[in-house]
Structure formats: structure tokens, C-alpha cells
């Protein structure tokens, strides 16, 4: 079998694995990126959030071989504006509790800031309602996305 | 989790298996009572000064902190650090934490006994005055160096923000260091009045954001070792059945499947990667021996447990003589609750790597000194042979915590299996495995929250005072067969939250029936009080309605003795604006309940839309948890508590058909999302007494909170969890 190439973080990315293998599972145990979590590898949960092609997608759900030639892009990849303003609002709020689930979470709102930069708390519902967090961290969630939405206004 | 020390003959027990002679002696330990210099060696140039078992002070001027609990979301990293912190004068920023070692002797929890582990919402209980007094001691090291460096008395060292002054002279804690660590350790250093804390009580950022916001936090399930495999085990499909035969050909047919491994609790597949496990599972065919196994589905239990509320129980508490009473009214309700999963989203996960002589292991990890039994039993080695590294957990409510250590034994027989000469002529051995659960197995893996049914009836008078009070509990136990059961006493874990109410009722009895089953059961986010504050918030507040009284005004009657929970109910509901105008459509509900020292009262705001669907809109949560140390962590677990345990009451149910879970996965275990998230205020009781527990005293509450605005907006009242099976949600 070929490899299958994609772009992985902004770099070429070959990957030699069964085509069906998820997404999550390749990056995890041969890019060896682990920033993306494991929560219930049935698109359930949300803790594997990744970008592909600028979309949020449950890698875990996702098989690679589906996606060749496709820009992936983890947390540990994540740059640009939103996602600082993100990342800050999630820090200056204390988001975070276990901190599991939360770079899921943070792909998902910064794919939601990316396409509506002022959300309502009912874009923020269902944007984020994929994403599980056990914590129950939702309330700061919420405020930390209206917060760096604020943040990128300015 | 278990509160309170352990039975002395428990105790005596323990010291035997781990061999700790001396062990009980640490029991309160604190390290200045050791009277030695502050380091055994002189302190080298370049190296940290460690002044004892909880602080670090590097030539950088940065004080890391050795937490002995597990950071598994509750905010202990930042806590404690806090404390330290507090006494030692220091500037937040050089502050840092890392996981202590396992070691029991150093690290034990004093709220167990001479036990290292996490639970019962003890970790900054038990730690307050011993970290106050390890930075203390540190600070008045650094004050002594100091003062020996520039020949000016003690008396004029001030110190504040990290920097150690005196008129012309100053310095930061790092230029200290090599000095302290040769000075004399002081005993009985004077801490500091509650009233001079400048951290302790103040807004501090966590310690753990920034890695927990870049995805550099690490776990167990994100270690990796060199030649690491990967374990996923195949367990019974019912509780208590055990393997009868196993086909292991076309798993091992599978790409990067190892080895395939019987082990006591199921069939293991090890591979070199988790995709190649899962699919090796898949693969391979098990059959069982379900002889001693669970049968029966969940009805039944709860329908054979309902039979024994008319039979009486274990005496719990028995005051006045409630048969006696003449009522003008007698009120009755029978509760169920099902098994609970606690679910948290991160898996169970370990990593251990097996030799001749010791076993190093990797988990979030939550009771360190049972794990290093367990492990050294399953191991065939002594528990000083077994080193923990405890990292990250990604939550937790309970279920990392068992006394039997299930995830960790099963990797370290999984290691043991594979280190055996005939399995490959034993060239796996000593290859680091890494165990992973998946969320089937964690939602079908049992230690789940008991099944209870509660039987209650009350007296009324004629003008409405409450004069009997009956209360039946049954359950099985959680403690019953380990090192914590109390023989010959009232399971606590089952009666706790219903033996003592904050109520004034003349006469009241509580009793217990203790059942059995293969099904294993765990403490779940406050153990108890998960079932018995929801059974007695819900009566009393029905019993408000019988009585024709306000819930709140009824409850303030009964509490006149109980000053603190008054305080509590009294804050709650004047957050809440209680008794003022609502939008139609809605209604409040209020319950309160003291758990793990500290106690808590919910207003829950409830609406139901036109067609019928109920939304918990807001709550308002008041906390007495004695001094809040760090006041936002606090209103996080606040937070927390009401979105764990709102999801619970909501639709969190574990059913078994003929002794086989139903549920498997997020899609038929539901737990609460964020559009179902109510808004939140948490509101701090100001308090001078010690701190207690914060991250469980959320739960107990609020389910009936809200059942209570539930019933007060449609009459219905809930008496079977979850609410699902009664209201649309």
C-alpha cells in the first residue's frame, strides 16, 4: 500500500498506516502529536477535534485514508489571530478544570469565531454542543468565547 | 471516597500487608519534627534547597510546591500552591507544582490514615496546616540565611512578594538558598493570622491553564516509552462471569497484534498500536462461564430492594420514638436511584513497565499507596518496589480510586503475563505496556454508584410542625470487604446526608438494609449524598407543601440549632431574589445539604416551554467551605458540581437487561452538553474556620433543587432518578 500524504500542521505529512486507521490514532501514535485526546472514538464526545481543511471533524470517527491530500491541523498546530484570542480568553478565564477535553473544545470555538465572529450563546450552543466536557466547565466556555469574540473586535 | 481514619484494626491490618513498620507514626506527620538540618548533604552550587518534603527553592528563585494529591480538575495544583505560597511571603509567578512521589511515610493523606490518595474532598482539609507550616519553615530559613549573610537580627527581615529585605540589603529566595540549606530546621515556626494572608483568598490564576489550553498537558494515555505496547482487554460481558474459552487465532491474524493474554479479569490483546488492539478485539472469540455471575437486570434489583422496605433494617439513628407519635397527617414516599458510570472523559489509562526488580508506573494516579499494593501483589514484589508517577488525570468523581486498583492490576498482570519465558521465549518481557480503556468499557466496566431505594414517611401535627421522621435506606455497600468497612456498624457510605440533618425533629429513626451483588460499586462525586440529600430535600421540601408553608420559612424553623446551614440557605436565597416574581412559566426550587465538612445551598430556576419540556434556566449556589483559599477554583467546583450532578439527575442511568449493561458509549450514557448548562452564580459564605471540601459538597443539592422547582411548577414530584423517566428534560 502507498503512503498516504497529507499536510500535518503546515508540514508533508506520509503516513503509512491501514487507510482505515483514524485519524486521531495516526496522529497520535505515529506523528506522535497527543495534544488530541481519546474520549469515546465514536464522534460522541468531541475530545479529538481536529481541522481539516479549515472544518472541525471528530478524528477519531475519521478514517485516514478518507482525507488524503487534506491541510489537518491539531492544537499543537493551531496559529493566527482567533486562536490566540482563544487560547488567551481560555487562560485570563480559568477555563479549564481535568483539561481533557479542552483541546477539542478549542478547536471547536476556533472554528466557530472563524465563521461568526460575534456568536449569539445559541451559535455557541451549537457549535459546541458536540464537545462533552465531564467537568462541566461550560459556563466559562461560554464566557471565554464571548470574550475573545470581544478581544478580536478590537 | 472514604472519610475518617481507618478502624484500628484495619489499620493494624494494613501496616502488616505493606510491611510499613513505623507507618502509623507518620500519621500527622509533619516534617519539622524531625529536629535534622534542612539537608542531609551540604547544599551544592546550582542545586535546589530543599528545605523539606513539600518545597523546592532553585537558584532561579522558583519554589515549586510537591503536591501528594491527584490534579484530576479540582485545582489542587493551584491550591495548594497557594498555601505555600501564603506563608512564605512568595510572589505568585515563582510559584510552580509538580506531583510528588508515592510515599506514604512523606505523603500521606491524614484524613485516611497513613495512606497516600485522593478523595473525599480532603486534599486541602488535610493539607492546610501542614503546608502552612512547610512554608513557614522555609520562609524562616530564608530569614535566617539572611540574616547570618548581613549580620542584622531576624527581627528586621521583612519579606514579601519573594524578596527577602532589610534596610539596604535585599534579595531574592534563590540567592538564599545555598545558605538555608545548611542553617538548623527551626521547630514551631509561628504561622501567619488569617488576617495578614495577601494570596490566600484572593484572585490567583490556575496553575495548570496554559498546558491544559495548548494540548501540553500531559496524561497517562499521552505517554510514550520506547518499545511501548499498546493493551486493550476483553472483560465479561457480565458481572461476576469469568473466561471459559478463547479463540485467539484470528486476533492474532490481525496487523500489529502481538500477543493475546489471559489475565484474572478478562482476555488481553497487546499490539503496537491502540488501532491494532481495538481490532485484534474485534477479532478474537471469547466464551463464558457466567455461574456466579449477575443475572438479574436492574427492575428486578430495584423491585427485590423495594420488597425490603417494609421489613426494618440496621438501626442508624434512633431518636424520640416515631411509632409512638399521633399525627394529625402521615406523608410517605418511596426513591430510586440507579447505578451511576462516572464517565470521566478521560479513560482509564496506565503505563507500566515490569522488571525483575521493580515496576515503574504511569497513571492519574488516585490512590498511590492501595496501587502500590495492589501492584506489588500482582506484580509477585514488595509495594517499595513499585513507583508511581502520578501525571494528569482527565477527571476522575471517584473512579480512578478503588480498592481492588482494577486498571493498574490489570496492566501489571497484562506485564507479567508477557514477561513469562513461554509466552514468545520472553522476549516481550520487560516491555513497557500501555492499558487502555475504551469508553464501552468504562461505560460496561462497573464500579458504578450503587443502586439505592429509599422509604420515607413522616408525622405531621395538626398545626403543621414536623414530629416523626422515618427513613429506610437500601443499597449495597461500597466499603463492605475492604480495608475501610466498619464491622459492626452502619455502612457510612450508604447513610451519610440522611443519619444526620441539619432538621430538629423530635423523634426520627433511620435504618439500613445492606445488600449484595457480583456488580462492583465505587464512590461517585459524593458518595452518600448523591442519594440521600436528594431523598431528604425532596420530603422536607414536600413536606413544606403538606404543612402549607413556605420551603424556605419551613426549613429556617427546623435549622434554628444549625447556625452555619442557615447562613448558607439564608445567602442562597437572597441571591436569588426568593419569593420575587419569575416569568411565567417558571419556578424555583431550593435544597440544601452539608457534605465533606462544607455546606451548600442551591435556588435551581426551572421553565417549561409549550410543550411541556422543563430547562434549568439558572442556579444560585451558596458555599460555607470554611476559608476559600482560592476563591475562583472554589466557584469552579461549584460549577462543576452542578453540571455533573444536573446531568445525573436529568438522565444518567446505568440498566442492565438480565445482567448485561445496556449503555456503551456517550450516545446511550448521556451526559450533560452545553445547551443544557444553566447559568451560574456561586456565591462565598466569609469564613475564619479551616478550609474544607469543595470538590464534591456541589452535588448533593442540586438535584433536588431543582426536582423541587420542578414540583413547584407542575405539581409532579420525582421519585424515580433519573428525571427522564417521569418529565420531558
Not at chain 2, 510546591?65 to 510572589?91: C, F, N, P
Not at chain 2, 419569575?582 to 457534605?595: F, I
Not at chain 2, 476563591?631 to 438480565?658: N, S
Request: aromatic share 6%; charged share 20%.
Amino acid at each position: 500500500m502507498p503512503p498516504i500524504k497529507l499536510t500535518l500542521n503546515g508540514k508533508p505529512w506520509s503516513v503509512d498506516a491501514d487507510p482505515d486507521m483514524p485519524l486521531l490514532w495516526a496522529v497520535r501514535e505515529i506523528a506522535g502529536k497527543t495534544g488530541s485526546k481519546f474520549g469515546c472514538g465514536a464522534a460522541q464526545c468531541g475530545a479529538c477535534t481536529m481541522h481539516v481543511d479549515g472544518q472541525p471533524v471528530r478524528s477519531c470517527s475519521t478514517p485516514i485514508g478518507s482525507i488524503a491530500g487534506s491541510k489537518v491541523t491539531t492544537i499543537e498546530g493551531l496559529e493566527g489571530k482567533v486562536a490566540k484570542a482563544v487560547q488567551d480568553a481560555w487562560v485570563k478565564l480559568d477555563v479549564v478544570q481535568c483539561g481533557y477535553c479542552q483541546s477539542g473544545q478549542i478547536m471547536s470555538a476556533v472554528a466557530l469565531l472563524t465563521d461568526t465572529p460575534k456568536p449569539t450563546d445559541q451559535d455557541i450552543d451549537s457549535a459546541m454542543s458536540g464537545n462533552l466536557c465531564r467537568c462541566s466547565t461550560y459556563v466559562r466556555i461560554r464566557a471565554a468565547i464571548h470574550e475573545a469574540a470581544k478581544a478580536l473586535e478590537i | 471516597m472514604p472519610d475518617g481514619h481507618m478502624t484500628e484494626t484495619n489499620r493494624r491490618r494494613f501496616l502488616q500487608v505493606t510491611g510499613g513498620a513505623g507507618v502509623g507514626l507518620m500519621v500527622g506527620f509533619t516534617w519539622t519534627a524531625t529536629g535534622r538540618r534542612a539537608l542531609a548533604a551540604p547544599a551544592e552550587a546550582g542545586k535546589a534547597f530543599e528545605p523539606n518534603a513539600f518545597v523546592k527553592v532553585a537558584p532561579d528563585s522558583t519554589v515549586t510546591v510537591l503536591i501528594k494529591h491527584l490534579e484530576m480538575g479540582q485545582g489542587v495544583y493551584t491550591g495548594l500552591t497557594a498555601i505555600v505560597a501564603e506563608e512564605m511571603d512568595a510572589d505568585w509567578a515563582q510559584m510552580k507544582a509538580e506531583a510528588a512521589p508515592a510515599n506514604a511515610k512523606l505523603y500521606n493523606n491524614s484524613a485516611f490514615g497513613p495512606i497516600q490518595g485522593t478523595g473525599g474532598s480532603t486534599s486541602t482539609y488535610n493539607s492546610w496546616t501542614q503546608l502552612r507550616q512547610a512554608g513557614a519553615t522555609a520562609r524562616a530559613l530564608l530569614v535566617a540565611a539572611a540574616a547570618q549573610t548581613w549580620g542584622v537580627p531576624a527581627s528586621e527581615i521583612t519579606v514579601s512578594k519573594g524578596v527577602v529585605s532589610s534596610g539596604k540589603h535585599s534579595a531574592k529566595f534563590g540567592e538564599l538558598a545555598a545558605k538555608a540549606a545548611t542553617l538548623p530546621v527551626p521547630a514551631d515556626v509561628p504561622l501567619k493570622d488569617p488576617k495578614d494572608f495577601t494570596l490566600i483568598g484572593t484572585h490567583l490564576p490556575r496553575k495548570d491553564s496554559v498546558e491544559k489550553s495548548t494540548g501540553k498537558a500531559v496524561f497517562a494515555i499521552d505517554v510514550a516509552q520506547p518499545n511501548m505496547l499498546v493493551a486493550v482487554v476483553r472483560r465479561p460481558p457480565k458481572f461476576g462471569a469469568k473466561a471459559q474459552t478463547v479463540d485467539a487465532k484470528a486476533a492474532k491474524a490481525v496487523k500489529g497484534v502481538v500477543e493475546v493474554v489471559e489475565i484474572p479479569r478478562g482476555v488481553a490483546v497487546v499490539a503496537t498500536s491502540y488501532w491494532a488492539a481495538h481490532q485484534g478485539r474485534e477479532a478474537l472469540k471469547v466464551t463464558w462461564d457466567e455461574s456466579a455471575a449477575e443475572k438479574r437486570g436492574t427492575d428486578a434489583i430495584i423491585k427485590d430492594y423495594k420488597a425490603l422496605l417494609s421489613t426494618p433494617g440496621e438501626q442508624v439513628t434512633k431518636e424520640g420514638d416515631v411509632d409512638a407519635v399521633k399525627a394529625a397527617k402521615v406523608v410517605k414516599a418511596e426513591f430510586s436511584f440507579p447505578y451511576l458510570a462516572h464517565a470521566p472523559m478521560e479513560p482509564l489509562t496506565c503505563v507500566v513497565k515490569l522488571g525483575k526488580d521493580g515496576c515503574e508506573i504511569w497513571a492519574g494516579d488516585q490512590f498511590q499507596t492501595v496501587d502500590q499494593m495492589n501492584a506489588a501483589q500482582a506484580a509477585g514484589l514488595k509495594p517499595e518496589q513499585i513507583t508511581i508517577n502520578t501525571v494528569y488525570a482527565g477527571g476522575s468523581f471517584g473512579r480512578r480510586a478503588n480498592l481492588e486498583s482494577d486498571y493498574i492490576v490489570e496492566g501489571v498482570t497484562i506485564a507479567k503475563a508477557l514477561s513469562d519465558a513461554k509466552v514468545q521465549g520472553g522476549k516481550l518481557a520487560g516491555s513497557p505496556v500501555k492499558l487502555i480503556w475504551s469508553r464501552e468499557d468504562d461505560i460496561r466496566g462497573g464500579r458504578y454508584r450503587p443502586i439505592y431505594v429509599h422509604g420515607m414517611e413522616a408525622k405531621l401535627g395538626a398545626d403543621g410542625a414536623l414530629l416523626a421522621w422515618k427513613h429506610r435506606i437500601v443499597g449495597q455497600s461500597i466499603m463492605a470487604g475492604s480495608m475501610f468497612e466498619q464491622k459492626g456498624k452502619p455502612d457510612n457510605t450508604s447513610v451519610e446526608g440522611a443519619a444526620e440533618i441539619p432538621y430538629d425533629i423530635p423523634n426520627r429513626l433511620v435504618d439500613l438494609h445492606t445488600t449484595t451483588s457480583p456488580v462492583p460499586v465505587l464512590w461517585w462525586r459524593s458518595v452518600g449524598s448523591t442519594h440521600t440529600s436528594f431523598a431528604v430535600e425532596s420530603f422536607i421540601d414536600e413536606l413544606a407543601v403538606e404543612a402549607k408553608q413556605d420551603p424556605v420559612a419551613f426549613r429556617r424553623t427546623l435549622m434554628e440549632k444549625h447556625p452555619r446551614h442557615l447562613a448558607v440557605l439564608n445567602l442562597a436565597v437572597e441571591k436569588a431574589g426568593w419569593g420575587k416574581p419569575l416569568p411565567k412559566g417558571w419556578a424555583r426550587g431550593v435544597a440544601v445539604a452539608e457534605s465533606f465538612r462544607s455546606v451548600v445551598a442551591h435556588v435551581a430556576e426551572v421553565s417549561q416551554d409549550d410543550k411541556g419540556r422543563l430547562k434549568v434556566e439558572r442556579v444560585v449556589c451558596a458555599v460555607d467551605c470554611g476559608i476559600a483559599v482560592t476563591p475562583d477554583v472554589v466557584k469552579a467546583q461549584m460549577e462543576g458540581g452542578i453540571g455533573y450532578g444536573l446531568g445525573a439527575v436529568l438522565f444518567g442511568a446505568i440498566t442492565m437487561t438480565d445482567g448485561t449493561v445496556d449503555q456503551s458509549n456517550f450516545d446511550t450514557y448521556r451526559c450533560l452538553r452545553i445547551d443544557e448548562m444553566p447559568k451560574v452564580e456561586v456565591h462565598i459564605v466569609p469564613s475564619a474556620n479551616p478550609p474544607t471540601g469543595v470538590g464534591e459538597p456541589g452535588v448533593p443539592p442540586l438535584g433536588p433543587a431543582v426536582a423541587n422547582a420542578i414540583a413547584a411548577l407542575t405539581g409532579k414530584r420525582i421519585r424515580d432518578l433519573p428525571f427522564t423517566g417521569t418529565v420531558s428534560v
